[in-house]
């Protein structure tokens, strides 16, 4: 099963140490996935405004090719001014509605308060509940308190929740094994 774990940034060091982590805990939890990173800021990226797919740089391309090709999915992201990243948001653009069906999604972010967790539940969320994810129920969210100052994570209740999504992701990903990608419904 090929596990896409994406970076959500362009920025900042912090969401991908929170990457590495569960990146860690998922090799550990199941041996057998073949994962590939995205860190969105190696990419080209170009604004998403409705053209054909086929007019957009080979980076754009190449970006929709991973989601496509993936079964399952790590998404991580840092909380900015109570949003997710604009280049997330734009890289979700320029998939079609069905790439991601009936895939496994995890969610880890990470911003600089507590209040800003309520953005996976209301922005993110309801972005791969329109891509008809399996989204599990236990994302992580961390804060600047849960780093050190080589942003490291040094906080163990962030492990152990890590930990936790790890194995929890990898039931889903167990679960979606079987389950046919194809449409159920003309829509």
């Avoid at 399952?72 to 734009?90: D, R």
Wanted: aromatic share 10%; charged share 25%.
């Amino acid at each position: 099963m090929k596990v896409l774990l994406v970076d959500g940034t362009i920025i900042g060091n912090k969401t991908g140490a929170v990457l590495d982590t569960v990146e860690t805990y998922v090799k550990e939890t199941n041996g057998n996935f073949e994962i590939e990173r995205m860190d969105l800021a190696t990419y080209d990226h170009q604004f998403v405004d409705g053209r054909p797919s086929d007019q957009y740089n080979d980076d754009m391309k190449k970006l929709v090719k991973k989601f496509e090709e993936a079964d399952a999915y790590i998404l991580a992201t840092p909380i900015f001014q109570g949003s997710i990243p604009g280049v997330l948001k734009n890289a979700f653009d320029m998939l079609h509605p069905h790439a991601m069906r009936y895939k496994p999604v995890s969610i880890v972010a990470n911003g600089g308060t507590y209040q800003h967790h309520l953005v996976v539940e209301n922005q993110l969320k309801p972005i791969l509940d329109y891509f008809r994810c399996l989204v599990t129920p236990n994302y992580v969210y961390t804060h600047s308190g849960h780093f050190d100052q080589d942003n490291r994570i040094i906080d163990e209740d962030v492990h152990n929740r890590l930990r936790e999504l790890a194995r929890v992701f990898a039931k889903y990903a167990d679960m979606s094994s079987d389950l046919s990608k194809d449409m159920l419904d003309a829509n």
